[in-house]
C-alpha cells in the first residue's frame, strides 16, 4: 500500500495559518484517497489535535504534517523544547507539590507532558494512559473521573492513539488514525454495551476462570443465542492463541456491543528483556520454514515477531508443500522501510485481499487459502486487527451481528 507524505509546514499563529493548514490535509487526503466519513473524521481529527497543541505551547513555533495511505494517517507535530532546566525543574517542583491536582483528567496529562516533563526523555501514549486507568477504575473513584474525562475528550475518541515524546531539544506528538472498515464503526463510535474487563496474564491463561468470566461477559451483551455461540467460540480461539505464546505478558479482554457489531478487545504489555528477545529471536528463526499450523498460529507469530521489530514480521513465511507464502508481508498495511518505529499492524484483511490475489497462479498461495477457509476465526470474524508496537500488544476481533 502506497505511503504517502504531505508537505511540512511551520506554523507560530493557527489562526493566520490555518487555511494553509487546511490546503495540506485537503491534498493529502485527495492523494491518500481518503473518501466520505473517513475524510471528514480526518479534518475534524486535525483541526482538533492543531487546536490542542497550540493551546499547549502557544506562540511557539511548530512543524505539522501528515503521512500515511487510506488505511492508516498519522498527523505529526513537532516544536523546539525551550524549557532551560531551572524552568524544568520549577515546573516539576509545581507539579509535585500537588497545586496542580486539578488537571489529573486526559487534558491535564497531556499537558503535563508538554509542560513539567524531567530532564531525561519521556514518552507517554494514549493507549498506555487507557490501560493504566482501566485497571484502576474498579476501585479507585478518581480513576473513574479521570475515564469520564477522557470518553469526554474529542481527541481521545477519535484518535487510535496519541503518543508525546520529550527529550531536552523537542516535542514531539504523533496522532494516529486508522480507518479500516471494520473499524468504521468499533473505536470510531459509543458501544451500545461496553462490558467489565478480564485481566490475563502468561501463568494463568489456561484457567477455568477466564471461560466462566467470558460466559459471564457475553450474557452482559444480550445477544440472540447463535451470536453468543460465536463469540464464545471466538473469545476460546483467542485464548488458546494467547496460550501459545512463549513471551510472559498482561493483557485485559473485554467485549463491546454495537448495533450491527461485536468485538473482542485484547490490549497488553509483554515484559521482555534483552535476554527474552534474543531466545525469541533464535525461536522466530527456527519456525520460519514450519508446516502450515492454522491461522492463529500465524497470529501469534505476528505478536511475537512483531516484539522483536518490523523486520522480522516481514520474513514470516511457512511452508505449504514445496513452497512458501510470505503471510506477513501479506497481512502488513502499515510501514515501510524506514518507518519501523511506528509499529506493526496486521490486518485479516489485508492477509486476505493479498492471497486472493496470489491464489490464482500459486500453488502454496492456494492450500494457505484452503486452510483460511478451515478456520473458526476467518470465517466469523468480519477483521481481526493486530497492533505491535514496542512491548505493547492489541488486538480486535470485530464480528457482525447475525
Same mark, same amino acid.
Given at each position: 500500500?502506497?505511503?504517502?507524505?504531505?508537505?511540512?509546514?511551520?506554523?507560530?499563529?493557527?489562526?493566520?495559518?490555518?487555511?494553509?493548514?487546511?490546503?495540506?490535509?485537503?491534498?493529502?487526503?485527495?492523494?491518500?484517497? %481518503?473518501?466520505?466519513?473517513?475524510?471528514?473524521?480526518?479534518?475534524?481529527?486535525?483541526?482538533?489535535?492543531?487546536?490542542?497543541?497550540?493551546?499547549?505551547?502557544?506562540?511557539?513555533?511548530?512543524?505539522?504534517?501528515?503521512?500515511?495511505?487510506?488505511?492508516?494517517?498519522?498527523?505529526?507535530?513537532?516544536?523546539?523544547?525551550?524549557?532551560?532546566?531551572?524552568?524544568?525543574?520549577?515546573?516539576?517542583?509545581?507539579?509535585?507539590?500537588?497545586?496542580?491536582?486539578?488537571?489529573?483528567?486526559?487534558?491535564?496529562?497531556?499537558?503535563?507532558?508538554?509542560?513539567?516533563?524531567?530532564?531525561?526523555?519521556?514518552?507517554?501514549?494514549?493507549?498506555? =494512559?487507557?490501560?493504566?486507568?482501566?485497571?484502576?477504575?474498579?476501585?479507585?473513584?478518581?480513576?473513574?473521573?479521570?475515564?469520564?474525562?477522557?470518553?469526554?475528550?474529542?481527541?481521545?475518541?477519535?484518535?487510535?492513539?496519541?503518543?508525546?515524546?520529550?527529550?531536552?531539544?523537542?516535542?514531539?506528538?504523533?496522532?494516529?488514525?486508522?480507518?479500516?472498515?471494520? %473499524?468504521?464503526?468499533?473505536?470510531?463510535?459509543?458501544?451500545?454495551?461496553?462490558?467489565?474487563?478480564?485481566?490475563?496474564?502468561?501463568?494463568?491463561?489456561?484457567?477455568?476462570?477466564?471461560?466462566?468470566?467470558?460466559?459471564?461477559?457475553?450474557?452482559?451483551?444480550? %445477544?440472540?443465542?447463535?451470536?453468543?455461540?460465536?463469540?464464545?467460540?471466538?473469545?476460546?480461539?483467542?485464548?488458546?492463541?494467547?496460550?501459545?505464546?512463549?513471551?510472559? =505478558?498482561?493483557?485485559?479482554?473485554?467485549?463491546?456491543?454495537?448495533?450491527?457489531?461485536?468485538?473482542?478487545?485484547?490490549?497488553?504489555?509483554?515484559?521482555?528483556?534483552?535476554?527474552?528477545?534474543?531466545?525469541?529471536?533464535?525461536?522466530?528463526?527456527?519456525?520460519?520454514?514450519?508446516?502450515?499450523?492454522?491461522?492463529?498460529?500465524?497470529?501469534?507469530?505476528?505478536?511475537?515477531?512483531?516484539? %522483536?521489530?518490523?523486520?522480522?514480521?516481514?520474513?514470516?513465511?511457512?511452508? =505449504?508443500?514445496?513452497? =512458501?507464502?510470505?503471510?506477513?508481508?501479506?497481512?502488513? !498495511?502499515?510501514?515501510?522501510?524506514?518507518?519501523?518505529?511506528?509499529?506493526?499492524?496486521?490486518?485479516?484483511?489485508? !492477509?486476505?485481499?493479498?492471497?486472493?490475489?496470489?491464489?490464482?497462479?500459486?500453488?502454496?498461495?492456494?492450500?494457505?487459502?484452503?486452510?483460511?477457509?478451515?478456520?473458526?476465526?476467518?470465517?466469523?470474524?468480519?477483521?481481526?486487527?493486530?497492533?505491535?508496537?514496542?512491548?505493547?500488544?492489541?488486538?480486535?476481533?470485530?464480528?457482525?451481528?447475525?
Amino acid at each position: 500500500m502506497r505511503q504517502i507524505e504531505s508537505e511540512h509546514i511551520k506554523i507560530a499563529y493557527l489562526e493566520a495559518r490555518f487555511d494553509v493548514a487546511n490546503k495540506v490535509i485537503d491534498d493529502f487526503i485527495f492523494e491518500a484517497g %481518503l473518501k466520505g466519513k473517513s475524510a471528514l473524521r480526518l479534518r475534524l481529527l486535525c483541526e482538533e489535535v492543531l487546536r490542542l497543541a497550540k493551546s499547549i505551547i502557544g506562540f511557539e513555533i511548530c512543524d505539522f504534517w501528515l503521512e500515511g495511505n487510506s488505511r492508516v494517517v498519522r498527523i505529526h507535530f513537532e516544536t523546539v523544547n525551550h524549557l532551560d532546566e531551572a524552568k524544568q525543574q520549577e515546573l516539576i517542583s509545581v507539579s509535585s507539590s500537588g497545586s496542580n491536582s486539578e488537571e489529573e483528567g486526559f487534558f491535564g496529562i497531556l499537558r503535563s507532558m508538554f509542560t513539567m516533563q524531567g530532564l531525561h526523555e519521556e514518552r507517554w501514549s494514549l493507549k498506555d =494512559y487507557q490501560d493504566e486507568i482501566r485497571q484502576r477504575r474498579e476501585n479507585d473513584k478518581y480513576a473513574q473521573e479521570a475515564w469520564e474525562d477522557l470518553e469526554r475528550s474529542l481527541v481521545a475518541n477519535l484518535a487510535d492513539d496519541i503518543e508525546v515524546g520529550i527529550t531536552k531539544k523537542k516535542i514531539t506528538m504523533v496522532v494516529t488514525k486508522d480507518f479500516s472498515e471494520a %473499524l468504521s464503526t468499533v473505536g470510531s463510535r459509543v458501544p451500545e454495551i461496553t462490558t467489565q474487563y478480564t485481566f490475563v496474564d502468561s501463568s494463568k491463561i489456561g484457567s477455568e476462570e477466564i471461560f466462566d468470566k467470558a460466559d459471564e461477559l457475553i450474557a452482559d451483551l444480550e %445477544l440472540s443465542k447463535k451470536n453468543a455461540i460465536h463469540m464464545k467460540l471466538l473469545f476460546e480461539e483467542t485464548v488458546g492463541m494467547l496460550k501459545q505464546l512463549t513471551c510472559d =505478558y498482561h493483557a485485559a479482554i473485554w467485549f463491546e456491543k454495537y448495533r450491527t457489531e461485536c468485538a473482542i478487545m485484547v490490549t497488553g504489555k509483554t515484559e521482555m528483556d534483552v535476554d527474552k528477545k534474543v531466545g525469541l529471536l533464535d525461536m522466530a528463526t527456527q519456525k520460519g520454514n514450519t508446516l502450515a499450523k492454522g491461522f492463529m498460529g500465524k497470529i501469534g507469530d505476528v505478536i511475537e515477531n512483531g516484539l %522483536l521489530g518490523y523486520n522480522n514480521v516481514m520474513k514470516l513465511q511457512q511452508q =505449504y508443500g514445496g513452497g =512458501y507464502v510470505n503471510y506477513g508481508t501479506m497481512g502488513m !498495511y502499515n510501514g515501510i522501510e524506514g518507518m519501523a518505529d511506528s509499529g506493526i499492524m496486521w490486518s485479516l484483511y489485508e !492477509y486476505k485481499e493479498s492471497l486472493g490475489d496470489a491464489i490464482q497462479d500459486n500453488e502454496e498461495a492456494r492450500n494457505a487459502w484452503d486452510e483460511l477457509e478451515k478456520s473458526i476465526v476467518a470465517s466469523l470474524a468480519k477483521d481481526v486487527i493486530v497492533g505491535v508496537k514496542g512491548n505493547r500488544l492489541d488486538m480486535t476481533l470485530v464480528y457482525e451481528l447475525e
